[in-house]
């Protein structure tokens, strides 16, 4: 195919595993986080896709000279009885992207993209594409999707830039929220051993999972939602949290306790020296009331800035810990492209509702009246 930089010629696989190398090259070359990492993949498409009978497409773009100009990781789905592709592990990936050599992504024209899309879409037998949370650029290169039809997702996502953590800690907070938050770690301490750490052994990983797992089911209850963590999803963290500790898409597993009783997890992966949350939890009861998921948030940071870490990132969507420590906001957007005239029946709704969550998120009475429906709505189907 003829494109601004030459013919480009496509491979379109599921074969991840022949694929590795060439994946692990690019992942450590190329701006991109660790849901975009082969490891990351491979474990989505092994304990997620698999079961569910979904395959993982990965579109690779080579010039004329064989030199790999970027790799899409995508993964099938079926909706109204169409399929469509969506990013792989879109579901559960803060932000969503493909590989792209810098020099690629600066010269591919909105007509270059379009027709290297519609074709790995032809030759994947999609109708569509769904691409959700993509961020318009990455770490200072260009995200060439940004090119094609797509509309401003409904949320965000949250970074703090660091450096030294003293000047950074006073410039998010004021004196007196520093002292409040101090007075309540003295709280906890005087309730019993307070504890900030990191699982490190494969039994207290697999162990720290399952309290995440169990803090965050009360969670959704709470919050009147459907519990995203299903079995499947489960051995898929399970796998990531086992990856040797220099790998990109090892989850690391944080931990504030008292007296060996885990208070609030912050977990998240270290990719091109960005600390990544994934995920994040916290306990019941009357330690809540002293902020531990505060007060680990702020040790993993102190250590982050200590670590010579560039970016600590806090994930997509509005949190009041979010508001509190974030210097740095990327707006995303998402595409819901059809690639046949069947293919709008998928694409038109979503993009509606897409629009639709956007609205009610924007504003603070219609976002407070729609959670208070959901918690009703929840509780008569419970």
Same mark, same amino acid.
């Given at each position: 195919?003829?494109?601004?930089?030459?013919?480009?010629?496509?491979?379109?696989?599921?074969?991840?595993?022949?694929?590795?190398?060439?994946?692990?090259?690019?992942?450590?070359?190329?701006?991109?986080?660790?849901?975009?990492?082969?490891?990351?993949?491979?474990?989505?498409?092994?304990?997620?896709?698999?079961?569910?009978?979904?395959?993982?497409?990965?579109?690779?773009?080579?010039?004329?000279?064989?030199?790999?100009?970027?790799?899409?990781?995508?993964?099938?789905?079926?909706?109204?009885?169409?399929?469509?592709?969506?990013?792989?592990?879109?579901?559960?990936?803060?932000?969503?992207?493909?590989?792209?050599?810098?020099?690629?992504?600066?010269?591919?024209?909105?007509?270059?993209?379009?027709?290297?899309?519609?074709?790995?879409?032809?030759?994947?037998?999609?109708?569509?594409?769904?691409?959700?949370?993509?961020?318009?650029?990455?770490?200072?290169?260009?995200?060439?999707?940004?090119?094609?039809?797509?509309?401003?997702?409904?949320?965000?996502?949250?970074?703090?830039?660091?450096?030294?953590?003293?000047?950074?800690? +006073?410039?998010?907070?004021?004196?007196?929220?520093?002292?409040?938050?101090?007075?309540?770690?003295?709280?906890?301490?005087?309730?019993?051993?307070?504890?900030?750490?990191?699982?490190?052994?494969?039994?207290?990983?697999?162990?720290?999972?399952?309290?995440?797992?169990?803090?965050?089911?009360?969670?959704?209850?709470?919050?009147?939602?459907?519990?995203?963590?299903?079995?499947?999803?489960?051995?898929?963290?399970?796998?990531?949290?086992?990856?040797?500790?220099?790998?990109?898409?090892?989850?690391?597993?944080?931990?504030?306790?008292?007296?060996?009783?885990?208070?609030?997890?912050?977990?998240?992966?270290?990719?091109?020296?960005?600390?990544?949350?994934?995920?994040?939890?916290?306990?019941?009861?009357? +330690?809540?009331?002293?902020?531990?998921?505060?007060?680990?948030?702020?040790?993993?940071?102190?250590?982050?800035?200590?670590?010579?870490?560039?970016?600590?990132?806090?994930?997509?969507?509005?949190?009041?810990?979010?508001?509190?420590?974030?210097?740095?906001?990327?707006?995303?957007?998402?595409?819901?492209?059809?690639?046949?005239?069947?293919?709008?029946?998928?694409?038109?709704?979503?993009?509606?509702?897409?629009?639709?969550?956007?609205?009610?998120?924007?504003?603070?009475?219609?976002?407070?009246?729609?959670?208070?429906?959901?918690?009703?709505?929840?509780?008569?189907?419970?």
């Amino acid at each position: 195919m003829t494109t601004s930089l030459g013919t480009v010629s496509l491979c379109v696989t599921g074969d991840l595993e022949s694929l590795k190398v060439l994946w692990e090259s690019l992942q450590a070359a190329v701006p991109c986080t660790a849901a975009q990492t082969y490891d990351w993949g491979w474990a989505w498409a092994e304990h997620v896709l698999a079961p569910r009978g979904d395959t993982p497409v990965i579109v690779v773009g080579y010039g004329a000279d064989g030199t790999p100009l970027f790799l899409w990781p995508f993964e099938t789905g079926t909706r109204a009885g169409l399929g469509f592709l969506k990013w792989l592990g879109q579901d559960h990936a803060n932000y969503s992207m493909g590989l792209f050599a810098p020099e690629a992504a600066r010269a591919f024209t909105r007509t270059d993209m379009s027709r290297l899309l519609r074709e790995a879409g032809r030759q994947a037998g999609a109708s569509a594409a769904i691409l959700e949370a993509q961020p318009f650029d990455w770490d200072g290169v260009p995200n060439p999707f940004a090119l094609l039809s797509h509309q401003r997702a409904p949320n965000s996502g949250y970074a703090i830039k660091l450096g030294d953590f003293d000047a950074l800690y +006073e410039s998010q907070f004021s004196k007196r929220s520093r002292q409040t938050l101090d007075r309540k770690e003295r709280r906890l301490r005087d309730m019993g051993a307070l504890e900030y750490g990191w699982a490190e052994t494969r039994d207290d990983k697999l162990a720290l999972l399952e309290t995440f797992f169990a803090q965050k089911a009360r969670q959704f209850v709470a919050m009147g939602v459907k519990d995203v963590f299903d079995e499947d999803a489960r051995a898929f963290y399970q796998d990531l949290a086992l990856l040797p500790e220099d790998n990109p898409s090892r989850l690391r597993l944080g931990y504030a306790a008292l007296d060996g009783n885990v208070l609030a997890t912050f977990n998240g992966a270290l990719c091109h020296d960005r600390m990544g949350v994934v995920l994040s939890s916290l306990t019941e009861g009357e +330690e809540q009331r002293q902020s531990p998921g505060g007060l680990l948030l702020r040790r993993q940071i102190e250590e982050a800035c200590a670590a010579g870490v560039k970016f600590f990132d806090l994930g997509v969507g509005q949190a009041r810990h979010k508001d509190e420590w974030n210097n740095a906001v990327y707006p995303l957007f998402d595409s819901f492209i059809a690639f046949k005239p069947q293919g709008l029946v998928l694409t038109l709704p979503l993009a509606a509702a897409a629009r639709a969550k956007r609205a009610i998120k924007s504003n603070s009475y219609l976002w407070t009246v729609a959670q208070n429906l959901r918690k009703r709505l929840n509780s008569q189907n419970g």
